[in-house]
């Protein structure tokens, strides 16, 4: 299912390549995003969050994917 609100596009070419939201207004300040979740459930790396996701639970992650990390390390 395709949510259709266009939030992400890409500007630049090469390196230079960004991929910008709102005509690259800053990221928290999206006026199209839905809050959806589809970006979130798909993105490869894990770097993005749901809107509105409190600094601690970030942490959370953040210090959960650290650990997940350093145990691939030491295998």
């Not at 490869?44 to 210090?63: F, I, N, Q, Y």
Request: charged share 25%; with cysteine; aromatic share 6%.
């Amino acid at each position: 299912e395709i949510e259709g609100a266009h939030t992400w596009d890409v500007m630049g070419r090469g390196v230079e390549c960004q991929v910008i939201t709102d005509l690259n207004e800053p990221w928290g300040e999206s006026d199209s995003c839905t809050s959806c979740g589809k970006c979130v459930q798909v993105c490869p790396t894990g770097a993005l969050v749901k809107k509105g996701t409190a600094m601690g639970e970030m942490e959370k992650h953040d210090s959960f994917l650290a650990y997940l990390t350093e145990m691939r390390r030491n295998r």
